[in-house]
């Protein structure tokens, strides 16, 4: 059965190559059969005449028949620059093993330079900063490299060999690098200071070579301190975050904290003036409420990320903030360009122009979102690089070891806290810090009991990664926590009507939003 299958199979393909031939004699011009090629770009090219097919795999055949025959009389050419030999043999002139009587010459060729002959070098060894020199013992049996390899492969695999044979070392291998070191100093010395410490250097160069081993030790591991994280240097008692995050490269552990001193220093030099809608004419802090709540119902519409709608109320401040004439029928125009510029900066899919003037209902067209575009772009000087609340956030949710919970509501406060017009001069950092402080208090305290504020919450590691303290945030906790125990009565419900749903965990329908140690920390006396 087996056997008819194949056959069957094999009928079935000559069958289909018979038709594909005839096909494309078909197609072949009647002028073009004379000649053997066609004119380039033509697609009919692929058919030629059978006649001329066959004398072509006549000449072919004929070819090979006559490189076979040179092959095999051919001796196999050894040249010691590109053939690698094994570990245990040397190299004597140009001789080397004849090949098998069943193979050729290409054959022998093919196998002596094939990838399996070579060494394997899949042994893993600690990286260490001892030089071993290799002796002259160890050059017998090096093998000759290919002429491509470079000389660093020739000192790996020295070195390489050289941990090998002596997997633990001695303190006389390390006790090199301070002697240098030591020699280095006293020959400085000798040429800085006047002859009357010549002799005292001399007794530093003599007093070396009788360093004891703890001592060596001593100081090799002293050094270690520089290759660690600099959040562990800076670390005195407080808990390093990233400590278990070297091997993860996406978190980038070793320079995660310069991140975050660029991030503070950014939001520094890009900030949101107090009253920064002061001077408008025709757009007032309630318009501004109204047109970011609607921008949170779009942002939602089109399924975007939080990063996207955080960008797009930056951007209109900053844009607001700039242009003072701004008339009161262009401001949605203002936020509908800012969040389809947010969309092109934060989203892997951006959704088309077309959207936006669909979302709008038709009352500005593609061309004027593009003019916008510009002037936005002119306005804030083509810089979207002020970071985010959500930034910050994910940093100090770390350092809390927050929960889903947590993080989830933090979110919660920094969006309604984006739609009043009082929060816009805080800086994004400052957002984040005081959405988590108040999370941590209502999540982690008892929300039954109007005990206030507790800056136990806040730990030493949460002060240090957030650069502010809980006497600091307390303001700005008492106004979000404003926002959030008002959210139910308030006209603009976007947010609140979003964060009941299960995607976003309930947060807003959470009793703990309206207890009396949120009623405690809202009343709590101004310091």
């Known amino acids: 059965m087996v056997g008819t299958t194949l056959k069957m199979r094999g009928d079935e393909n000559a069958s289909e190559n018979f038709k594909q031939v005839q096909l494309k004699k078909l197609t072949v011009p009647s002028q073009e059969a004379t000649t053997k090629r066609a004119a380039l770009g033509d697609l009919q090219n692929r058919g030629l005449n059978r006649a001329i097919a066959a004398k072509d795999a006549a000449?072919?055949?004929?070819?090979?028949?006559?490189?076979?025959?040179?092959?095999?009389?051919?001796?196999?050419?050894?040249?010691?620059?590109?053939?690698?030999?094994?570990?245990?043999?040397?190299?004597?002139?140009?001789?080397?093993?004849?090949?098998?009587?069943?193979?050729?010459?290409?054959?022998?060729?093919?196998?002596?330079?094939?990838?399996?002959?070579?060494?394997?070098?899949?042994?893993?060894?600690?990286?260490?900063?001892?030089?071993?020199?290799?002796?002259?013992?160890?050059?017998?049996?090096?093998?000759?490299?290919?002429?491509?390899?470079?000389?660093?492969?020739?000192?790996?695999?020295?070195?390489?060999?050289?941990?090998?044979?002596?997997?633990?070392?001695g303190v006389s291998g390390i006790r090199r690098e301070p002697v240098t070191v030591a020699r280095k100093e006293a020959e400085i010395k000798d040429t800085l200071e006047v002859k009357k410490e010549v002799p005292e250097a001399k007794k530093e160069v003599t007093s070396v070579p009788s360093i004891k081993a703890p001592s060596v030790v001593t100081t090799t591991t002293s050094t270690l301190p520089t290759t660690m994280s600099l959040s562990s240097k800076r670390l005195a008692g407080i808990k390093d975050i990233d400590a278990n995050d070297k091997e993860n490269l996406v978190l980038v552990s070793e320079y995660v904290n310069d991140i975050y001193d660029y991030l503070y220093q950014v939001e520094l030099q890009q900030p949101i003036h107090k009253d920064h809608l002061e001077g408008q004419k025709e757009v007032s802090h309630k318009m501004r409420a109204v047109l970011i709540d609607w921008i949170n119902e779009v942002h939602l519409q089109f399924h975007l990320a939080p990063e996207t709608f955080q960008l797009a109320v930056a951007i209109i401040d900053r844009y607001l903030q700039v242009v003072k004439d701004t008339k009161r029928t262009y401001l949605q125009l203002v936020g509908v360009t800012a969040l389809f510029i947010a969309t092109k900066y934060e989203e892997l899919f951006p959704p088309a122009i077309g959207d936006f003037v669909f979302i709008t209902d038709d009352t500005y067209t593609t061309r004027q979102i593009r003019q916008m575009e510009l002037q936005i772009f002119k306005a804030i000087d083509c810089n979207l690089s002020r970071p985010l609340p959500l930034h910050f956030l994910r940093r100090y949710s770390k350092a809390a070891g927050a929960e889903d919970e947590h993080h989830a509501m933090s979110k919660y406060f920094i969006e309604l806290a984006m739609v009043d017009y009082d929060m816009a001069t805080y800086r994004p950092s400052e957002i984040a810090a005081a959405s988590l402080f108040l999370s941590l208090h209502l999540l982690n305290g008892n929300h039954r009991a109007g005990t206030g504020f507790n800056d136990r919450h806040w730990t030493p590691?949460?002060?240090?990664?957030?650069?502010?303290?809980?006497?600091?945030?307390?303001?700005?906790?008492?106004?979000?926590?404003?926002?959030?125990?008002?959210?139910?009565?308030?006209?603009?419900?976007?947010?609140?009507?979003?964060?009941?749903?299960?995607?976003?965990?309930?947060?807003?329908?959470?009793?703990?939003?309206?207890?009396?140690?949120?009623?405690?920390?809202v009343n709590s006396p101004r310091k």
């Open 59 to 169: 000449q072919k055949d004929s070819k090979d028949l006559k490189l076979t025959d040179a092959l095999r009389n051919a001796k196999a050419r050894v040249d010691t620059h590109w053939k690698k030999q094994a570990l245990g043999t040397t190299t004597n002139g140009n001789t080397a093993a004849p090949p098998k009587a069943n193979e050729g010459g290409v054959a022998a060729f093919l196998r002596s330079n094939s990838v399996r002959n070579r060494v394997p070098t899949k042994t893993t060894v600690e990286p260490t900063k001892i030089t071993v020199k290799a002796t002259s013992n160890d050059k017998i049996n090096e093998p000759t490299l290919k002429r491509e390899d470079s000389n660093l492969s020739k000192k790996s695999l020295t070195k390489l060999r050289a941990a090998l044979a002596k997997p633990v070392m």
């Open 461 to 521: 590691t949460l002060t240090y990664y957030s650069r502010y303290s809980a006497a600091h945030l307390r303001p700005i906790t008492r106004q979000i926590a404003k926002l959030a125990r008002d959210a139910p009565q308030a006209k603009l419900k976007a947010i609140y009507n979003k964060y009941q749903g299960s995607k976003f965990q309930k947060i807003a329908l959470r009793t703990e939003l309206t207890g009396a140690l949120m009623d405690s920390i």
